[in-house]
């Protein structure tokens, strides 16, 4: 298995040498980057007779400009783009009749339905993929994005840059979204066991999920007893998705690229000797290629060849937001301008406040936000392996992770006041065997600054209308991403009581680290991490941390010593 460096260094050998006309190298990025664009496509449009078409559009159009491609680390989040256009481009061309001759319900399985059978989901993941059908066109099209997002395959830089909108306005439209999924999930659980008077209305109702019946529904829902009692713990939609596997593209699904539509004899006359040229004649070889379940045949055409019966799985290739973590390869967007993100050596005679971890149960300041980090320092990392794989979910009590190993890792916290509000009892690092640092905290934000724009109350520890969740007293505010690095082994403790939050962790990198802190959001007012690691003795180590084992991890004192 590939080391995340070894994975980021792959795909950028791999875009450079399809850049350069070799087949074999745009096979495998073709094959390894299509189940997400399927996924996009096929959730925006909830599996309209045109997926296949806008896939295709999609796919033929990052092959024709990838020569145009400056920065490999680019290339995901510039895919998305492309796909999202095709989507709108799509959505404006199609007419009312044109939707109409679509198979009706029942007779074809839309993307939902396809979601539900292909990952074999089960009670409130099934509500969540069934309620998709209700949402409009375009609040599906940022759904697409947003589950993927959720489901660790995008970054929240990558959706806002796709829908081409400020990571700020983007917050705004997910909540938006979430809220009309919620209802939609109501609805979902009421048509399920409809009382008399639900099923009385649905009688004049034919069948198709839209916003006129989504209001109607939602109506009636909120003033019935039966309908509106869920009998049951309702889970937040974010955390459903955590993890969900990336929908397998049909066997039989098949890609025909010549290039812009040309057949392959007009487009040899017209291709000079650049980009398009040496992929035309890669393409037009006999020989075939077989990659990642992806099949390339002479004249170009892709081939899907995974079997109905395979297990559904996400093919090995494919380049997930978990396999280059946040600030890795395939971050969203260009790399920021020399004035926007500053090298560390520029950084670092920026003054700063006392570090934190001088007195590990006091509270540190944020800095401000447009003030650089200090320079990161590099210690020696041979890789670490965890017990959850390579992207660990922890949102209950008691879930855990064991690290082992020599180098970085990632926590990135999911806060959810609206859901349980009040104190929040830490995770905890217990049965410490060598060394544990905090080197680094990131993401873009401390969890209590603010994250709307319509709200001055709201934080991501919550807002006026929610609750807000409260950390322990002494404890350091932690920011959406934060860095430690292992020599040795430890276990990590999801210890949640009263307040609702999880964690996902993943073994990452120094680039990853460095790359995170210092770039800042993508749009709108400035926020780089903050650099903890002194690259001496001195590096703080996490608040509950322990050499011990105890019964109870949620035991933990505060001010650890180790």
């Known amino acids: 298995m590939r080391t995340y460096a070894e994975a980021g260094r792959h795909w950028r050998a791999t875009i450079a040498d399809a850049q350069a006309g070799d087949r074999r190298a745009l096979d495998e990025l073709v094959a390894g980057w299509l189940p997400l664009v399927y996924n996009i496509v096929g959730r925006a449009l909830n599996g309209h007779a045109d997926v296949d078409d806008v896939v295709q559009e999609t796919m033929l159009r990052a092959v024709d400009n990838l020569g145009s491609l400056r920065d490999p680390d680019s290339f995901r989040s510039w895919l998305v783009a492309i796909a999202m256009r095709q989507i709108r481009d799509r959505a404006r061309r199609r007419t009312p009749q044109r939707l109409d001759e679509s198979v009706p319900p029942g007779e074809a399985a839309d993307f939902a339905e ?46 806002a840059a796709a829908v081409g909108i400020s990571r700020q306005h983007a917050a705004v439209r997910v909540q938006r979204v979430k809220e009309r999924l919620e209802v939609s999930r109501g609805i979902v659980r009421a048509l399920d066991g409809a009382c008399p008077d639900l099923r009385e209305l649905t009688t004049r109702w034919n069948g198709r999920p839209d916003s006129v019946w989504r209001k109607r529904l939602a109506r009636h829902i909120r003033g019935c007893g039966y309908c509106g009692d869920t009998r049951e713990s309702v889970v937040p939609a974010e955390r ?53 379940g992806a099949t390339l045949v002479a004249g170009g055409a892709y081939v899907v060849v995974q079997t109905p019966d395979d297990p559904p799985a996400r093919a090995a290739v494919v380049p997930t937001a978990a396999s280059t973590p946040a600030g890795a390869p395939f971050s969203p967007g260009p790399a920021p301008s020399r004035s926007a993100s500053p090298s560390p050596s520029a950084s670092a005679s920026v003054p700063r406040t006392a570090r934190y971890g001088s007195a590990v149960d006091a509270v540190d300041s944020a800095p401000d936000p447009d003030t650089p980090p200090a320079a990161l320092p590099r210690r020696p990392a041979a890789g670490v392996t ?20 020599q180098g970085y890792v990632l926590v990135r916290w999911q806060i959810s006041p609206q859901y349980r509000s009040g104190g929040l009892v830490m995770p905890s690092w217990t049965g410490l065997k060598g060394k544990l640092f905090h080197v680094a905290s990131g993401g873009g934000r401390r969890m209590d600054d603010p994250v ?49 939050y999880g964690l996902n962790v993943f073994p990452t990198t120094w680039d990853a680290v460095e790359k995170d802190v210092t770039s800042g959001p993508g749009q709108g007012a400035g926020r780089y991490g903050l650099v903890r690691d002194t690259g001496e003795d001195d590096t703080p180590v996490p608040q509950y941390v322990t050499r011990e084992t105890p019964a109870d991890p949620a035991t933990v004192p505060q001010a650890s010593r180790v």
């Open 114 to 159: 396809l979601t539900v059978l292909r990952l074999q989901l089960e009670g409130q993941r099934r509500e969540v993929a069934e309620a998709a059908r209700w949402l409009d066109d375009e609040d599906r099209q940022l759904l697409s994005l947003w589950w993927l997002e959720v489901a660790g395959e995008l970054t929240r830089r990558e959706l």
């Open 240 to 292: 459903l998705l955590v993890g969900i596997a990336l929908v397998p593209v049909p066997a039989g699904f098949t890609i025909s690229l010549a290039l812009g539509g040309k057949t392959a004899a007009a487009a040899t006359g017209a291709a000079s000797a650049g980009w398009s040229a040496k992929v035309l004649t890669a393409l037009t070889k006999p020989a075939v290629a077989v990659t990642a």
């Open 452 to 500: 709307s724009a319509t709200d001055t109350t709201a934080t991501g520890m919550g807002s006026t209308t929610t609750g807000y969740i409260v950390l322990p007293s002494g404890t350091q505010q932690m920011w959406q991403n934060e860095y430690f690095y292992l020599a040795g082994s430890v276990t990590l403790t999801v210890n949640e009581r009263g307040a609702d």
């Open 386 to 405: 965890s017990s959850g794989g390579a992207h660990a979910t922890m949102n209950h009590r008691g879930d855990g992770v064991t690290l082992s190993g």
